[in-house]
């Protein structure tokens, strides 16, 4: 029964590589946000759908989405190496110091690490909506930092617990 789990756990390559694979969809895409920032400025002219807003504003929204982006696709290399150390590397090798800042020891610290980018990603999801409706602001826009704050309490309170 050992060796049957020994040989399935290499059906998480799926995972890491469909996960590798969105990173850099993700990272070209930021990449092209980035490039739609640098030419609002170089025209210093609005797109038609952020129009209420000037050049300079604009070319930050397209940053803060392109910021958003970028973090997404850190997440997905964080849990493809993460998948990568739970289930197929070998635990007695030496760590690649590269990339030991992504060291994942077991599940749980894989979960609140990606629990943690998610918290982030959330809140920089709130200032693109803010940023983007600054003229237009509705009491319906508490609704996304109230949920930050209680998905942040909640992984604050399960860290609490693990310690204890």
């Not at 209420?52 to 803060?64: D, E, G, P, R």
């Not at 030496?94 to 020891?105: E, M, Q, Y």
């Not at 600054?134 to 508490?142: G, I, P, S």
Request: proline residues 2%; hydrophobic residues 55%; glycine residues 4%.
């Amino acid at each position: 029964m050992n060796a049957i789990f020994k040989v399935f756990r290499y059906t998480s390559l799926i995972a890491i590589f469909c996960s590798l694979i969105g990173s850099l969809i993700l990272f070209g895409v930021g990449g092209w946000e980035t490039y739609e920032a640098l030419k609002i400025i170089m025209h210093q002219d609005a797109p038609n759908h952020l129009e209420h807003m000037n050049f300079s504003n604009a070319a930050t929204t397209y940053i803060l989405k392109a910021l958003d982006t970028f973090l997404i696709a850190l997440v997905l290399i964080i849990f493809a190496k993460g998948i990568y150390n739970l289930f197929i590397s070998n635990k007695n090798a030496k760590t690649d110091p590269v990339l030991d800042w992504i060291n994942i020891p077991n599940i749980g610290h894989l979960k609140n690490t990606l629990a943690e980018v998610i918290i982030v990603i959330l809140f920089v999801i709130f200032l693109e909506i803010i940023f983007e409706n600054l003229n237009n602001l509705k009491w319906e826009f508490t609704i996304l930092p109230i949920s930050i704050l209680i998905l942040a309490l909640a992984l604050k309170f399960l860290r609490m617990k693990e310690k204890k």
